[in-house]
T-cell receptor
Framework: KAGVTQTPRYLIKTRGQQVTLSCSPI?????VSWYQQTPGQGLQFLFE???????NKGNFPGRFSGRQFSNSRSEMNVSTLELGDSALYLC????????????FGEGSRLTVL | DQQVKQNSPSLSVQEGRISILNCDYT??????FLWYKKYPAEGPTFLIS?????DKNEDGRFTVFLNKSAKHLSLHIVPSQPGDSAVYFC?????????FGAGTRLTVKP
């Protein structure tokens, strides 16, 4: 079955702009989590959605937001981009979001100039 | 707030030898631990996991050890192969969310 799909794979923005990233989970998976990966910081948890509701949230400013649609697809938005937002943004899906294995997409690499 | 720490950013071993990757955590509520492997330009993929009720889990060349009193887990790869060269992330979960370490870059030299 198809894996987790993230779009776009690469994008370049300038400071102050906003960006929307998309994630399509594996069919049947209702939980979608978002992570930010930067060198030396590993994977930082952004938020997790389950059945269209944000269930958990990491320690990121309010500029980072997300949502999940009825078909479990999810989007995350970053407004007023800063240089430090340059990172690989990874989406992961799982059936329930409880303890267990996450299935990751290939990520969206954002560069902020 | 780094609840999961991988203090070695990199590790280099010779092919055929053992690779030992370490991970420490601070939250005693974590009850499930996982290792993920990541190749460049790909998302992390699940490698092996262990529940807090166990102290060892083995899957082929990969073994994860958990020392709850020390809040420490390790991943052993024996024998190491050049294809194991990747970044390894340790993760811990408490049923709410999953926290990851910063990763250790393993290089296995032929």
């Amino acid at each position: 079955k198809a894996g987790v799909t993230q779009t776009p794979r690469y994008l370049i923005k300038t400071r102050g702009q906003q960006v929307t990233l998309s994630c399509s989970p594996i069919s049947g998976h209702r939980s979608v989590s978002w992570y930010q990966q930067t060198p030396g910081q590993g994977l930082q948890f952004l938020f997790e959605y389950f059945s269209e509701t944000q269930r958990n949230k990491g320690n990121f400013p309010g500029r980072f937001s997300g949502r999940q649609f009825s078909n479990s697809r999810s989007e995350m938005n970053v407004s007023t981009l800063e240089l430090g937002d340059s990172a690989l943004y990874l989406c992961a899906s799982s059936r329930t979001g409880e303890t267990g294995e996450l299935f990751f997409g290939e990520g969206s690499r954002l560069t902020v100039l | 707030d780094q609840q999961v720490k991988q203090n070695s950013p990199s590790l280099s071993v010779q092919e055929g030898r053992i690779s030992i990757l370490n991970c420490d955590y601070t939250n005693s509520m974590f009850d499930y631990f996982l290792w993920y492997k990541k190749y460049p330009a790909e998302g992390p993929t699940f490698l092996i996991s262990i529940s807090s009720i166990k102290d060892k889990n083995e899957d082929g060349r990969f073994t994860v050890f958990l020392n709850k009193s020390a809040k420490h887990l390790s991943l052993h790869i024996v024998p190491s192969q050049p294809g194991d060269s990747a970044v390894y992330f340790c993760a811990a979960s408490d049923n709410n969310d999953m926290r990851f370490g910063a990763g250790t870059r393993l290089t296995v030299k032929p």
